[in-house]
């Protein structure tokens, strides 16, 4: 085999996986890129010329950064109820053995498993029987959120239990610690990058989430009910200054836990 066949034949699953990534990566990229555009008119998508406008002014378009804002609290608190309830469901499937076990790990997939327009028209259904179509909005937007953000929760942490090895554990009971101890100084350290991506992924479902959203918002505008919006008329460029920094935000968190796990393996 010559040089260059057997350079291709060690380095073909790299080539592949670059260009599948720079594949994924492209509408992200295409986002950062009409971020400094200043398009001609507002039904204009090329991009036209280089401008700081947009950094600068990012809340011009009215109603935008309300929703941003609106959304980060939906989906910060979504995040909270989630992850919390999530962990301890996710303990009690993995440590516990009782009656209607296999049937509750079953129940957690059915919300992932569902379409989003159904789970978003029968909780609008769900509402309204229960005589709270009236108040429809913040309230039955975060319902909706955690719901749809627990079973992802679950799943998350329950596979990071299901690698932990039982003899750490163990091992700090044999050093005269009680499960309190063994829990907080041995136990949740080890789970802690599991819920911790869990909480991540909670957070990305609930401020990205239109569908369930649209059937249960009432008066309150999210931001991506704000996009939906804007694009009967014309999307600002200002939405792509507001995703470029969700995007920086989420791959800054993502380098800072790879860091931090390998200087605790070191």
């Known amino acids: 085999m010559s040089r260059v066949g057997r350079w291709v ?13 720079c594949y994924m990566f492209l509408p992200i990229f295409f986002v950062v890129l009409m971020s400094f555009n200043a398009p001609t008119s507002r039904l204009n998508y090329e991009f036209q010329a280089f401008t700081w406008d947009n950094w600068l002014n ?15 609290e939906i989906g910060f608190l979504a995040t909270v109820f989630a992850t919390i309830l999530g962990t301890l469901v996710a303990f009690a499937l993995v440590r516990h053995r009782f009656r ?24 609008l259904a769900l509402f309204t029987t229960a005589g709270l179509a009236g ?4 309230w039955s937007i975060l ?21 932990l090895d039982s003899r750490f554990e163990q091992a700090a009971m044999d050093l005269y610690a ?75 968190l993502v380098l800072s836990g790879g860091v931090l796990q390998r200087r605790r393996e070191r």
């Open 100 to 123: 209607g076990r296999a049937g509750t790990s079953l129940l957690i997939f059915l919300p992932m498993a569902t379409p989003e327009v159904v789970m978003g028209s029968s909780l």
């Open 9 to 21: 034949s060690e380095h073909v699953v790299m080539v592949i996986a670059l260009l599948v990534l």
């Open 135 to 138: 108040t429809l909005g913040f």
């Open 178 to 252: 009680n499960e309190w101890q063994t829990f907080w100084r041995v136990t949740f350290p080890l789970v802690f990058p599991g819920i911790l991506a869990a909480a991540l992924l909670a957070f990305s479902l609930s401020f990205d989430d239109f569908i369930v959203t649209n059937f249960n918002h009432g008066n309150t505008i999210t931001f991506p009910m704000f996009v939906w919006g804007a694009n009967q008329r014309g999307i600002p460029p200002q939405v792509n200054v507001i995703g470029t920094v969700m995007f920086a935000i989420a791959l800054l």
């Open 143 to 163: 319902v909706a959120h955690i719901m749809f953000c627990l079973s992802f929760v679950v799943v998350t942490v329950k596979a990071r239990l299901a690698g």
């Open 58 to 72: 990012p809340c011009a378009p009215a109603g935008m950064c309300e929703s941003v804002v609106k959304s980060i």
